[in-house]
Nanobody, 121 residues
Framework: QVQLVESGGGLVQAGGSLRLSCAAS????????MGWFRQAPGKEREFVGA????????YYADPVKGRFTISRDNAKNTVYLQMNSLKPEDTAVYYC??????????????WGQGTQVTVSS
């Protein structure tokens, strides 16, 4: 079992940057593929990006491609989401998840509690 805790959210102006972290407990972290999702008020949870267990494969949703970067440090049991050139439409609660390498929430078995990102115009 894996427990996930996100951090690094906050308020930022449009064009700014934030780096989210997701710390995992458990010695099996390196065996899980990791994903980032976000959910804005009144909207469904949306795929942001994913990274495979070794960090050699990444996949991003079109709205964030070229602006967001996912990385992981298996020695620290942590996955990161670097967000650059932020836009107001990026405002959402961001979640990390552990499971299979996929784009659907049901591909993932474990979820963090989420961290709020607010981008002001």
């Amino acid at each position: 079992q894996v427990q996930l805790v996100e951090s690094g959210g906050g308020l930022v102006q449009a064009g700014g940057s934030l780096r989210l972290s997701c710390a995992a407990s458990g010695r099996t972290f390196s065996s899980y593929h990791m994903g980032w999702f976000r959910q804005a008020p009144g909207k469904e949870r949306e795929f942001v990006g994913a990274i495979n267990w070794s960090g050699t494969m990444r996949y991003y949703a079109d709205p964030v491609k070229g602006r967001f970067t996912i990385s992981r440090d298996n020695a620290k049991n942590t996955v990161y989401l670097q967000m650059n050139s932020l836009k107001p439409e990026d405002t959402a609660v961001y979640y990390c998840a552990a499971g299979r390498y996929g784009t659907r929430p049901r591909d993932y078995d474990y979820w963090g509690q989420g961290t709020q990102v607010t981008v002001s115009s």
